[in-house]
C-alpha cells in the first residue's frame, strides 16, 4: 500500500488525462501491467471516454472512480468530455492491487503504465524519508522527492495537505528533479512529449548491475 | 495392624526429591486471551520451576520457599486504529494543461496486530499438601499446592509494560500515513490501558501455572515382581501393594515418611 508506482494506480493515486481531439476513447483497466492483459478485452463492451469537438465552455475535469468486484469497474463506465477537457481516474478502498487505464482514440494510445503526453500521474505519500523513482520502462528520466515528518501542529498540517508539488517532465527529463514535501501531501506528475514511462520507486526496479549511485532507500 | 515397609526422607533428601520432581514436570504450556484496556490480547505461554528449599511441617505439609518460576509470554493484541481516520483534501495543482483537482482521498487505519515476546521469573513460596493415589495400577505421592500465594508482579510487570510500548511503537511505524498521527496514536493506546491492566493480565496468566501445581515425588507400581520365574516349576512371585500413605513426622527432625502395606 502507498507504494510509488505508476504502472499500480493505488488508493492515494490518480491517473488523469487531458483529451484533446474528439473521437471515442475506449479502455481496458487491468490488475497486469503488461501489455498483455490490456489487450484482453479491448474492441469490446468496455469502458469509454467520448469526446465532443470544444464547446468553447471553460474546461471541466471528469472523474472516474475504479473499483474492484467483478473484476475492476470503472463508475460512471460512459464519460462524455469536450475536446481540452480532464479525465481523472482513482480507486475506492476496494482496490487492492491497482489498476493500469490503456486504451487508444483514434490514433494515440493513453496508457498509464506508458505515459507519452497529457498524462498526469498524482502519488499521496504516507511515510518519511528519501524517496529516488525512475522510469522502469528504461528511459534515462529519474528524479527524488524527499518526504519529512510534520511537526506536532495538526490543523496546520492538515491544510497544508491541500498543497501539491508538480514535476513537469518533458521526454527523459524531469523538472524539478529534487522535490521536498510533508507526509500526507502529494506530488502530481505532468508528462509531456515522453517516449512512454512510469514513476516507479527504484527499491521496485532490478539492480542494472552496475554500481548505481542513484540508487537510495527510504 | 502393623506397616509391612516405612521410609523416610528427611527435609535435606527432602529437597533432592522435589528437584527432581521439577525437571520431570518439565515445561509446561497455556494458551488463552484476556484483555489489556480496551484491547484483546491473545497469549501463549509456557512455565517451568526450578530451584526452592523444602521445609517439612507436621503432619502433612511441604512448604517450599523461593520457588522459582521461569515462564516466557507471547502476547499479540489487536488494535483498532480506526480513530485515527482522516482524508486528504482535494489537491488542486496547475499544470500544463489546465488546473488538476485531485478527489478528496479518505485514509482509514487498519486495525494492527502487535506481538510482544517476554520472559522473565519470579519466586513464589507456598505450602503443599501430600496426595496418595492409586491411578491405573500405579501408586503416586504427589505434593500439590495448597492455595495460590500472592505473586509479586510488580517489576515483571513494569518491564512488560515497557516491551509493549514499544512493540506498539514499532508496529505503528509501518503504517502509512501514520506519522503526524504517531504520537496523538501512541498517546491514545498507552492511556488506554497502564501498570494495573498489565499486572491483572499477567497475574491471570500465571494463576493458571501455579493454581493446582502439583510435583510428583514418588511412583511405585501397585503389582512388583520380586522373584523371577525358574523354569519349570517355579512361577515369579510378585508382591501387591494394597495400601500407600504419607504424611510429615516430626522427631528429632522433621521427615517426610512413606507408610506401605503389602
Redesign the interface.
Known sequence: MNTLDSRFVRLGDCFAHRFSAAGTFRYTLSVIPSAFGAHHHEGGNGPTVTVTPASGAPQATHYVTVSAGDGLIASPDRVTVSAGDLVVWSPDKSVTLGFRVRGRIEDQVVDSGSMRTESIYTHAFGSAGRYQWRDANGSPLKGEIRVTTPNDDHEAWLEHLKDGALVHVRGHQAEPKSVEITVGQTVVWAVEDAPGVTVTDVTLLPRDGKEDSDVGRH | MATDIIAAIDQTAANTVLHAAESALGTLSKTGTGSLGPFIAGWKASASFTGGSVALEAPDTVSIDHLRVNYSLNLKLGIDLSFLD?C????????????????T?C??FPTISVTVPFSTSLDLSANFGILVKLTGGTWIVDVVIQSVPTLDLGAAATLLLTAIGAAISLALLAV?????FL??AAAVITAAFGIAEVTGLLGSILTLFVSGLTFKVWTHAQTFQVLPASPPFTPAVHVLVTSVTAGVRATTKNELVLSVDI
Not at chain 2, 502509512?176 to 503526524?180: D, K, Q
Open positions: 482522516f486528504i483534501p482535494q489537491v488542486c495543482i496547475w499544470t500544463p494543461w489546465g488546473t488538476l483537482c485531485t478527489p482521498i485514509v482509514t502509512p500515513f501514520i506519522g503526524p504520537s496523538i
